[in-house]
């Protein structure tokens, strides 16, 4: 029988001047464990006055995490950070009670045809730690364990399980893992995995009994026990998941919250720009409208 519980499809997403596939939050499942939001960032290619620019914006609540596969992103943030991150590496940032950053394309490739693909992903706070002071660590591929099992590629990017612990300095209990085929093989996850749990095809396919699924598709898992499925060659997939909180998250814009006040007042510190200034950085992302 099989574990899906909920199939979401990738969506379309304007986040300024880049279009991405949305993942998290969907209307029918806000969240897996502690993640709240997943955006799928092309695979895109640039030219030589095509650049990502995506300038100073805030954050409250969450940890982001961005992890690319191709390209490059240059991070600065509030904290004092300004980082390249490079295929494989992690960028983990931590909002805590406020933070602000920009994300850009660093100066050495503005004027070339470059790629960028990847993942940017947000983990909500404990409700214990969602004032906490924000804090950036950068990890670099090299630092990330990984392993092979019967020609199998596996990474532990955050987190813990496998017995295996990613540095990423993560706040609740979570995993996100990266499996790769080049050849087709049977993954036996059984009951090494907890809480919530999720499966994200990027590129190949998989089986699960009789039904078979693609790229850019997210499947949700009635129980941790992902159990059995079949990859096939040339594949990448990655699960996702852990303990969820007790209680409900909020989620306007970047603002993520326990506390649907906590979130009014943060719009109403950036509509006043009292949050945290990035040195070298001009200018703002200002708060979207409402929709109704």
Known sequence: ???IQLIIEE????IGNFLVGRLLPFRQ???VGPFVFIDHMGPAKLSDHENLDIGPHPHIGLS???YLFEGAIMHRDSVGSAVEIQPGAVNWMTSGKGVVHSERTPEYLRHSEKHLHGLQIWVALPKELEEMEPSFTHIEAAEIPEWTENGVYYKMVAGEAFGRKSPVPVYSPLYFLEIKTTEAATINIGDQLFGESALYILEGSIKDG???FGPKQILIAKNAELCTFEMSSNTTVYIFGGEAFPEERFIFWNFVSSRKERIEEAKQAWIAQTFPKIEGETGFVPLPEPKF
Request: aromatic share 0%; net charge neutral.
């Open 11 to 14: 969506r379309a997403a304007d």
């Open 210 to 212: 009789d039904e078979a």
């Open 1 to 3: 029988m099989s574990n």
């Open 29 to 31: 499942k806000r969240a």
């Open 64 to 66: 982001t995490l961005t």
